[in-house]
């Protein structure tokens, strides 16, 4: 199902966003990389305020607002109460309320699957990033298993830029020098035994200063500890 940009074409894209505007861009490229119908990134601000970027029709998000939908969304709800990612399927959609949002929601085409990853900020704030299309369940069950861990990645991604863009405080983690030097070296393109060259110590020292910073910085592999690093502002490529 992927196509066009590269996971870390789209990280790139979503640091640089200035604006709501180019948060909005970010989405759309991710929903044509990963060739699906939705892409919906929401958040709720320090202030309570409610804001989204995403690819969902216009219709769609003024009938959800006029409906109040948002206090019987199992997506939201669900996501309230989860930490990992959540396949629609295993949602609560027993009530009547929740059988009725459901078929409203796939009348509008926000489609009959969908994948939601709840992220949790400073300050009470609580973001869900949101991937949907409409497909069947063998479909759905390996675009999932392919491409999870990616969308880990960018619902962090997104987060990070929307705290900046509400001028939030996050404070950076603290590195140590040494895991500084060995996360710059991979950040440059090199593998473990290069880094280990050019800063003169064992392969296995590199691999656990690396490992060092992956557990300070949240993240869940090189890649991704590079991309927060570089977004934390710790580290200069």
């Given at each position: 199902?992927?196509?066009?940009?590269?996971?870390?074409?789209?990280?790139?894209?979503?640091?640089?966003?200035?604006?709501?505007?180019?948060?909005?861009?970010?989405?759309?490229?991710?929903?044509?990389?990963?060739?699906?119908?939705?892409?919906?990134?929401?958040?709720?601000?320090?202030?309570?305020?409610?804001?989204?970027?995403?690819?969902?029709?216009?219709?769609?998000?003024?009938?959800?607002?006029?409906?109040?939908?948002?206090?019987?969304?199992?997506?939201?709800?669900?996501?309230?109460?989860?930490?990992?990612?959540?396949?629609?399927?295993d949602l609560d959609w027993s009530s009547k309320s929740a059988k009725q949002f459901r078929a409203d929601a796939i009348?509008?085409?926000?489609?009959?699957?969908?994948?939601?990853?709840?992220?949790?900020?400073?300050?009470?704030?609580?973001?869900?990033?949101?991937?949907?299309?409409?497909?069947?369940?063998?479909?759905?069950?390996?675009?999932?298993?392919?491409?999870?861990?990616?969308?880990?990645?960018?619902?962090?991604?997104?987060?990070?830029?929307?705290?900046?863009?509400?001028?939030?405080?996050?404070?950076?983690?603290?590195?140590?020098?040494?895991?500084?030097?060995?996360?710059?070296?991979?950040?440059?393109?090199?593998?473990?035994?290069?880094?280990?060259?050019?800063?003169?110590?064992?392969?296995?020292?590199?691999?656990?200063?690396?490992?060092?910073?992956?557990?300070?910085?949240?993240?869940?592999?090189?890649?991704?500890?590079?991309?927060?690093?570089?977004?934390?502002?710790?580290?200069?490529?």
């Amino acid at each position: 199902m992927t196509m066009g940009r590269s996971i870390e074409g789209l990280c790139e894209m979503i640091r640089s966003a200035e604006t709501v505007e180019d948060l909005q861009k970010a989405t759309e490229a991710v929903s044509r990389h990963y060739a699906v119908d939705h892409f919906v990134y929401h958040w709720v601000n320090s202030a309570g305020e409610r804001f989204g970027a995403g690819t969902y029709p216009a219709e769609w998000v003024d009938h959800y607002l006029e409906q109040g939908y948002l206090r019987v969304d199992p997506v939201i709800l669900g996501s309230m109460q989860r930490a990992d990612p959540t396949n629609w399927r295993d949602l609560d959609w027993s009530s009547k309320s929740a059988k009725q949002f459901r078929a409203d929601a796939i009348e509008h085409g926000v489609g009959n699957q969908g994948l939601s990853i709840p992220v949790r900020g400073p300050s009470g704030q609580l973001a869900v990033l949101t991937i949907s299309h409409n497909c069947d369940d063998v479909v759905w069950n390996a675009f999932c298993e392919e491409n999870t861990h990616d969308l880990l990645i960018l619902a962090h991604e997104f987060n990070l830029k929307a705290l900046e863009l509400e001028k939030i405080a996050i404070p950076a983690p603290p590195l140590s020098a040494e895991e500084r030097d060995a996360i710059v070296c991979l950040a440059r393109g090199m593998d473990m035994a290069q880094a280990a060259e050019e800063l003169g110590v064992s392969e296995r020292a590199i691999r656990v200063r690396a490992e060092g910073a992956r557990h300070k910085l949240g993240a869940l592999n090189t890649t991704h500890t590079v991309a927060r690093a570089r977004s934390y502002g710790l580290i200069v490529v």
